[in-house]
Nanobody, 117 residues
């Protein structure tokens, strides 16, 4: 599975950005796609995830501000980020989990999101 991420950039606090990630290759019928982020000196953390059935999960820090969605036909996941804060600044990584037990894990290249105060 290959993951190609798009989006990211520099935005002022309170602004919005949209990330996209397209998966290609041997895509499982049942999978979970999501976004993680890693700020300098910090561990990588889950931002949001969405299953093929539409079940979503969000980190508490982004609830109400970020929305994850997906296009199953295009194997693409989106992350709409609103009301961005400087603490959202990080490299954002697309993630795919599929196969039996969702044990096949793949990562896309990171895309930088920088929020200025």
């Amino acid at each position: 599975v290959q993951l190609q991420a798009y989006g990211g950039g520099l935005v002022q606090a309170g602004g919005s950005l949209r990330l996209s990630c397209a998966a290609s290759g041997s895509i499982s019928n049942i999978n979970v796609m999501g976004w993680y982020r890693q700020a300098p000196g910090k561990q990588r953390e889950l931002v949001a995830s969405i299953a093929t059935a539409g079940n979503t999960h969000y980190a508490n820090s982004v609830k109400g501000r970020f929305t994850i969605s997906r296009d199953n036909a295009g194997n693409t996941v989106y992350l709409q980020m609103n009301s961005l804060k400087p603490e959202d600044t990080a490299a954002y990584y697309c993630n795919y989990r599929g196969g039996s037990g969702l044990l096949w894990i793949y990562w896309g290249q990171g895309t930088q999101v920088t929020v200025s105060s």
